[in-house]
């Protein structure tokens, strides 16, 4: 069984830029989470798609937005780039919402020039 | 609201001799607790978890981490450990508040180092 897949895995944006990660769960989950990993804040909780319904999110500014589509892939959309959007965003997929099991994929690391 | 703590953020031991990475957490309800590794520039790998079944969850790797609700506690224990445990591992907590939908809260991390 393939694994939590997200594209691309290494970023680099200019300030003000937007941007697109993509996440592809394990076939059959339909829980989708996002989370921000910094040195200084550690793992964030971004936001969290079930059904293609956005059910919970985090305390991030509206730039940061996301979707979930019918087949449950989900992306992630970060306008106005700013230097301290500098991350790796990591992407979990679950087979429910209350996270019995959440696996994660490898991560897109984004940098912010 | 619930929160996990890390009560080491580094910890060095020998090849061969015992880990202990301790968590504590706070829960107004039943948690799902869950240890996740990362090695160097690698995503999450989940270690364990526990989800109110046995008390001792075995998980992969040789470790294990025992649930103790008087002491609010989920210790990641191992009894020998080896170089390719090097590595960070994130003690984590799903929040689940009733009829919300749920979250996983992390700790700050633990990074182990294994000395030869």
């Known amino acids: 069984k393939a694994g939590v897949t997200q594209t691309p895995r290494y970023l680099i944006k200019t300030r003000g830029q937007q941007v697109t990660l993509s996440c592809s769960p394990i076939s059959g989950h339909r829980s989708v989470s996002w989370y921000q990993q910094t040195p200084g804040q550690g793992l964030q909780f971004l936001f969290e798609?079930?059904?293609?319904?956005?059910?919970n999110k985090g305390n991030f500014p509206g730039r940061f937005s996301g979707r979930q589509f019918s087949n449950s892939r989900s992306e992630m959309n970060v306008s106005t780039l700013e230097l301290g959007d500098s991350a790796l965003y990591l992407c979990a997929s679950s087979y429910r919402w209350d996270y019995t099991e959440a696996f994660f994929g490898q991560g897109t690391r984004l940098t912010v020039v | 609201a619930q929160s996990v703590t890390q009560l080491d953020s580094h910890v060095s031991v020998s090849e061969g001799t015992p880990v202990l990475l301790r968590c504590n957490y706070s829960s107004s309800y039943s948690p799902s607790l869950f240890w996740y590794v990362q090695h160097p520039n690698k995503g999450l790998q989940l270690l364990l978890k526990y989800t109110s079944a046995a008390t001792l969850v075995k998980g992969i790797n040789g470790f294990e981490a025992e649930f103790k609700k008087s002491e609010t506690s989920f210790h990641l224990t191992k009894p020998s450990a080896h170089m390719s445990d090097a590595a960070e591992y994130f003690c984590?907590?799903?929040?689940?508040?009733?009829?919300?939908?749920?979250?996983?809260?992390f700790g700050k991390g633990t990074k182990l180092s294994v000395k030869p």
């Open positions: 798609y079930f059904s293609e319904t956005q059910r």
């Open positions: 984590v907590v799903s929040d689940r508040d009733g009829g919300s939908q749920g979250n996983l809260i």
